[in-house]
């Protein structure tokens, strides 16, 4: 059984930046990946960043490609995503997932 619990969300004015965690507990955090997803309201799921078990390799979409930044650190059991340059279009809640499992969320709203 696997936990993941987000922090870090916030309200931020469009330019500024936000630090999110996720927090993973109940198994071996550094033998499995982590994606970073979002839904905004009225609006799908999507994915965002990923992250592979070492750190080795990361992955983004288009839309916050040079602007995010994934990372984690496997002795605290923690994956962060670095967000900078924000945008009103990112405004969403923020999900951490590894296959089944997901956390509550994170809430982001940047305005202009």
């Known amino acids: 059984q696997l936990q993941l619990v987000e922090s870090g969300g916030g309200e931020v004015q469009a330019g500024g930046s936000l630090q999110l965690s996720c927090a993973a507990s109940g198994l071996a955090f550094d033998g499995y990946p982590i994606g970073w997803f979002r839904q905004a309201p009225g609006k799908g799921r999507e994915g965002v960043s990923y992250i592979e078990p070492d750190g080795s390799s990361t992955d983004y979409t288009d839309s916050v490609k040079g602007r995010f930044i994934v990372s984690r650190d496997n002795a605290k059991n923690t994956v962060y995503l670095q967000m900078n340059s924000l945008k009103p279009e990112d405004t969403a809640n923020y999900y951490c997932?590894?296959?089944?499992?997901w956390g509550q969320g994170t809430q982001v709203t940047v305005s202009s």
């Open positions: 997932n590894y296959l089944q499992w």
